[in-house]
């Protein structure tokens, strides 16, 4: 069994479908096959009775064909209703079990690939699974009994016309062989655009005002377009392989009536076979080739789902964030400190690359400020990505309390870190969702109206309509950037952390705005241990510790007037370059 068999039949095993509805569907498509079986038989019996029989007799047949058809195509609804239950339970499995696995990964599994490539993983490749698992495979079973039961029933009723029959639809059915493997190749590439098509499609929407305002809509359109072009032209391959497939089938099938007419006809001519029987023998033309196209349909949907099972399992075998076995509680209180911590994104198994810090080291005093200044790019927000361990150090250690921070479960540990960046991330929902976000513990609205009170968000958010009701949309923009902020401090006040990150919390809003934020954020560092990314001075000022990052390393770390009276380091001239924007 070669790996990607291996890997579908573990990954349906565990989506653990009914075994009990599984067997009630297999028995009821098992007695639809059957019945479907018998409807030719009561056909041949009742033309061969015209004319000899009686009206009764005839009456009888007529009941029997059509009580057999009529029950047998009922039987196959049932249960094809009840497959439809067991796929979306599997499908359901599958999907909650990949996003489950896909939140739980580190920081650096979404920072390489497109959006669109792993949502597709939790459609599109659950759902092929979850198709062949339920009616796929049943099909396929009912299909093979169908098949036999029609060749050994045709046999029966006479061999030679069997022989006729099959070989003319086997002949068929082989020359769609090439067809429908590249068929299946076709329609892996329809995934894999479709999928890149989701990706650029989410990534334009999401950035829709830098498009607008760099005026890139034709840039975007003409990207779009790109894409587009390619999954028109796999769709429409796909769509022609699809026509020479239905063109042989339906030859092959035209061709089987006109040999098995022929053949049987000169047959009933002679006296060598009865009208009845060949009737039966054009029925069963249709019960042989359901069969052979729900087999090569099985075929074609079972390496769809073997290439999703191997695109599902790759994710599963990396390492998930929370399985770590450390279930250390940090200390409520203590020095939060970096001892000799260097780091390379490329560490993590994402494209960067690149040492980003470098034998770093500084501790910060509980309840104390930290300032962490330097020029772009210098390492100063992967030291908060470090502490809230959305990556792992790749040399030295962080502590806290004395304790290495790995060893300290991570959602606890994260519930003790609270973090504001630049642009604060608003989720679809509520205003009160929002504010409560993240929280294992229901909050009231008490509470969340004190925590907006803090971050001074209560008096726009009572003049909302709809107040803590208000649904925020994608992104939240139906409110501002500052108001955005202030929701996102309020966040915090709420989860009340004992260490704080503020990742230049204020540069992107205007002055009025910027006030009311900074004294949310002067309300909100009090009592806690803060580490503030900035190149305002005046919280540099503010802080008890500076930290100067230069090329991925500390160059310089103390007070500001210590550092300040070396005119000839990098921090007096990044200070002076903040004091001449203040007073510009």
């Known amino acids: 069994m070669s790996q990607s068999h291996q890997d579908l039949f573990k990954l349906v095993r565990k989506s653990r479908p009914s075994i009990r509805l599984m067997s009630i569907a297999t028995g009821l498509s098992l ?32 009941a029997g064909m059509i009580g057999a058809l009529v029950a047998g195509t009922a039987l196959g609804g049932v249960s094809s209703v009840i497959l439809a239950r067991v796929g979306q339970d599997v499908s359901y499995w599958l999907r909650r079990t990949v996003l489950d696995k896909m939140i739980g990964l580190p920081v650096g599994f979404f920072d390489s690939g497109s959006t669109g490539d792993r949502t597709s993983r939790i459609t599109s ?86 498009v607008k305002s760099f005026a890139a809509e034709s840039y975007e359109v003409e990207r779009g377009t790109r894409v587009i072009q390619s999954v028109k032209e796999r769709n429409y391959a796909a769509a022609k392989l699809r026509v020479v497939l239905e063109i042989i089938i339906g030859v092959g099938v035209a061709a089987t009536l006109v040999v098995v007419l022929v053949y049987g006809g000169h047959r009933v001519a002679i006296g060598d076979m009865s009208i009845g029987v060949l009737t039966a023998f054009i029925l069963y033309i249709f019960n042989v080739v359901n069969p052979l196209t729900q087999i090569a349909s099985f075929i ?84 908060l990505s470090l502490i809230e361990r959305f990556y792992e150090a790749t040399e030295g250690r962080i502590t806290y309390g004395g304790k290495d921070i790995r060893e300290f479960d991570l959602l606890t540990w994260r519930e003790m870190v609270g973090y504001v960046p630049q642009s604060c991330a608003v989720m679809p929902g509520t205003m009160r969702d929002n504010i409560a976000y993240g929280l294992r513990r229901k909050a009231t609205d008490a509470e969340i109206l004190e925590a907006a009170g803090k971050a001074r968000a209560l008096d726009f958010i009572k003049a909302l309509p709809a107040g803590l009701d208000t649904i925020l949309s994608e992104q939240g923009s139906n409110i501002s950037g500052g108001q955005r902020q202030r929701i996102a401090i309020a966040r915090i006040f709420l989860r009340d952390p004992a260490i704080l990150l503020l990742d230049e919390a204020t540069s992107s809003l205007d002055g009025e705005t910027e006030q009311l934020v900074k004294v949310a954020i002067d309300s909100l560092m009090e009592g806690r241990t803060n580490i503030v990314v900035t190149h305002r001075i005046t919280t540099v000022l503010n802080a008890r510790v500076i930290c100067h990052l230069h090329d991925g390393r500390v160059s ?3 007070s500001h007037e210590d550092l300040f009276a070396d005119k000839d380091g990098g921090y007096a001239r990044l200070a002076q370059v903040f004091i001449k924007d203040v007073v510009a």
């Open 556 to 558: 310089a770390l103390g």
């Open 300 to 383: 074609a949907e079972l390496q769809r789902a073997k290439g999703a099972s191997s695109r599902i399992t790759a994710i599963f075998q990396l390492s998930d964030e929370r399985d770590s076995d450390a279930r250390g509680r940090p200390p409520e209180t203590g020095v939060l400190s970096f001892e000799s911590v260097s780091f390379a994104y490329g560490s993590t198994g994402d494209e960067r690359g690149g040492m980003v810090l470098k034998d770093v080291s500084f501790s910060i005093e509980e309840g104390s400020t930290l300032a962490i200044v330097g020029e772009s790019g210098g390492g100063k927000s992967t030291i």
């Open 125 to 210: 490749d659950c759902a092929s699974i979850s198709q062949l698992a339920s009616a796929e495979a049943i099909s396929l079973v009912n299909g093979i009994v169908m098949l036999i039961g029609s060749v050994i029933i045709l046999l029966w009723l006479d061999h030679s016309m069997t022989l006729v029959l099959m070989g003319t639809l086997l002949t068929a059915f082989v020359c769609i062989g090439p067809a429908v493997a590249k068929l299946e190749s076709v329609s892996r590439e329809v995934q894999e655009r479709s999928a890149e098509l989701s990706g650029l499609v989410t990534q334009i929407f999401s950035e829709i005002r830098l």
């Open 31 to 62: 007695a639809s096959a059957l019945l479907l079986l018998t409807y030719p038989l009561f056909t041949q019996l009742l033309v061969d009775s015209l004319g000899k029989q009686g009206w009764v007799h005839w009456g009888w047949l007529a």
